[in-house]
C-alpha cells in the first residue's frame, strides 16, 4: 500500500474538515443552547459528534496522519467561524485526533474494519474527555463528575465516531462517489 498523499485525498479530507468545522459551530450552538437543560455528565452523550472526522478521514483516505489531519482542521475552521470555547480548541482538536491516529498506527494503517473503527472513536472520546477533566471541569469531583464523564464520552464516541463513521462511508461508497478510494472499491467495507 502507498502511503503518499495524493492530490485527491488532500482535497477530499479538506472538505470533510471544512464541512465538519462548520457542523461543528452549529453543534456548538445547540451543546451551549438547548442541550444545555442536560446535566453534565449527562450530556457527553452528544459528545462523539465532533470526533467524527477524525474517524470518517482515517476510513477514507487510508493514509497516515488523515485523522490527525482531517480533525485538526475541522478543528481549525470551527475556531476561525467563531465557537465559543475559543483557541482552546487549536490544541484539544489535535490532541484529540492523535488518540484516532494512534489506533489507526497501531494496526499499522492496513485494518479499516468495524472493531478498528470503534477503537479509535473511543479513543479519540477518551482522550477529549480527560481533556475537558482537567481544563474546563478541575474543580468537579471525580465520582460523581468527571469519570461518569470520561465515560459516557467515550462510549458516545464509540457509537457516533466509531460506528457513524463506518456507516457514513459506507453509505458514500454505495453512491461511487468514493471510487478513486480503497474505501470505495471495496464493497465489503469496514
Partial sequence: MNNRWRTIDIVIASII???FGVIFWAWGLLWNGPADAIPLPGRAVL???????AVLGALIVRKPGAA?????????????IGVSWGWTIVIQGPLEAL?????????????????????????????AAVYDAFVWY????????????ILITGVSALVIAGLGSVLLTRALAQTGVLDRFPAGRSRALV
Fill in 47 to 53: 459528545y462523539g459528534v465532533w470526533l467524527v472526522p
Fill in 99 to 127: 488518540g484516532a491516529e494512534l489506533i489507526f498506527a497501531l494496526f499499522a494503517y492496513k485494518v479499516y474494519r468495524l472493531p478498528v473503527a470503534l477503537l479509535a472513536g473511543a479513543t479519540a472520546g477518551v482522550v
Fill in 138 to 149: 478541575g474543580g468537579t469531583s471525580w465520582a460523581t463528575m468527571r469519570i461518569p464523564y
Fill in 68 to 80: 490527525f489531519f482531517t480533525l485538526s482542521l475541522a478543528s481549525l475552521v470551527s475556531v476561525a
Fill in 17 to 19: 474538515a471544512v464541512a
